[in-house]
Nanobody, 115 residues
Framework: QVQLVESGGGLVQPGGSLRLSCAASGFTFSSYAMSWYRQAPGQERELVAAISIVGGITNYADSVKGRFTISRDNAKNTVYLQMNSLKPEDTAVYLC????????WGQGTQVTVSS
């Protein structure tokens, strides 16, 4: 059974940091590119960051460049999103996604940036 389980979300003040994790199981993690998306209420889902199979290539939405870092640990079947200098507009449900032979999605974790 394929699972992507996100964790690490929560409430943080503007300027703060969070580290999201996404633990994968049920498929060959090291054969899949991984991504983080986010969706705020009433808005379309948007790509935040993506990382290649071996982690050598990353790309980011312009809105998070310089603040967020995506990484992966293929030995732990986990992808991370380090989020620094958080802003209220970063508030959203963050979902991880695996893309390869198939496409898989997690359920998401809520991130709220508010004072």
């Amino acid at each position: 059974q394929v699972q992507l389980v996100e964790s690490g979300g929560g409430l943080v003040q503007p300027g703060g940091s969070l580290r999201l994790s996404c633990a994968a199981s049920g498929f060959t993690f090291s054969s899949y590119a991984m991504s983080w998306y986010r969706q705020a209420p009433g808005q379309e889902r948007e790509l935040v960051a993506a990382i290649s199979i071996v982690g050598g290539i990353t790309n980011y939405a312009d809105s998070v460049k310089g603040r967020f870092t995506i990484s992966r640990d293929n030995a732990k079947n986990t992808v991370y999103l380090q989020m620094n200098s958080l802003k209220p507009e970063d508030t959203a449900v963050y979902l991880c996604s695996a893309r390869g032979r198939n496409r898989y999605w997690g359920q998401g974790t809520q991130v709220t940036v508010s004072s």
